[in-house]
């Protein structure tokens, strides 16, 4: 098996190409999206270059403290990106948020290096992208379930007023619309692995492949990482709203939307 193709700046620029096709069809329906998507190409560009020279510079100076920056840095721009969508929470339930998310990143990030791999826990080859891969599915997961949530409580607004009118107590109104977002949040991902090796090859396994490891060290690999993205997505979604939901209302059974 040969290793991996190096992609010089002109192979490279090609792929630019294809933005012309999503262009094209966007004309073509109508779609009026044509600046954001070459705003998000450029960021993205920008962005993967300049954090594949950090992380060039961390893995040429191996140090722990290099590796536990960064993910730090990562756990807090999710946080981040996460809360900005949200802002009309309440502290308490942010804070529950912030929490969960370093929390269950943290735990499963080191479970993975640490028992999973036997490896240091901050050796930079492993954590780092590691933590890419569970903190950005826990982020997607936990925007996706605090949509459904919020959403679903203005929805059913005048429902929670009669049930709360007819002296329900408020978890018990409250925390079907909680299960109900961590099964929304959860879908994407269990829909991912039922598909996954017939329908699709994910993205890690396709990375190593490229890059000559065995086909079946890469599948290895890559049904342990979904398995602690679909953990890491449950424990963040599950911590989240199961301690935020409890900041909605008060010690007089009134709720707070």
């Known amino acids: 098996m040969q290793g991996i193709v190096k992609l010089n700046l002109f192979q490279f620029s090609t792929i630019y190409l294809l933005l012309f096709v999503v262009i094209a069809i966007m004309k073509k329906t109508g779609i009026n999206q044509t600046k954001l998507l ?3 190409s450029f960021r993205m560009t920008v962005q993967l270059v300049l954090a594949g020279l950090i992380l060039t510079y961390i893995f040429q100076n191996e140090n722990p403290v290099f590796t536990a920056v960064y993910i730090l840095i990562m756990i807090a721009f999710s946080i981040h990106r996460v809360l900005a969508k949200h802002p009309d929470l309440n502290n308490r339930f942010k804070a529950a948020i912030a929490l969960s998310i370093a929390g269950a990143g943290i735990a499963v990030i080191f479970f993975f290096v640490g028992v999973v791999i036997q490896m240091d826990l901050l050796n930079p080859q492993y954590a780092i992208p590691i933590s890419g891969m569970l903190i950005g599915n826990s982020m997607t997961g936990i925007t996706l379930a605090l949509n459904t949530f919020t959403h679903s409580l203005k ?4 429902k929670i007023e009669s049930l709360l009118n007819l002296g329900v107590a408020p978890s018990k109104i409250l925390l079907p619309f909680v299960n109900q977002a961590i099964e929304t949040a ?17 993205g890690m396994m396709t990375g190593q492949i490229l890059s000559g490891t065995l086909p079946l060290t ?4 890559q049904i342990a990482i979904m398995i602690a993205i679909c953990t890491t997505v449950c424990m963040t979604v599950f911590s989240s709203l199961y301690f ?7 010690k007089k059974n009134q709720i707070i939307l």
């Open 155 to 158: 929805v059913e607004r005048n």
């Open 186 to 202: 959860l879908l994407p991902t269990m829909n991912s692995m039922l598909g996954m090796g017939i329908i699709s090859l994910p």
């Open 38 to 40: 070459l705003i998000a």
């Open 244 to 250: 935020g939901y409890k900041t909605l209302y008060t």
């Open 218 to 221: 890469a599948i290895l690999y």
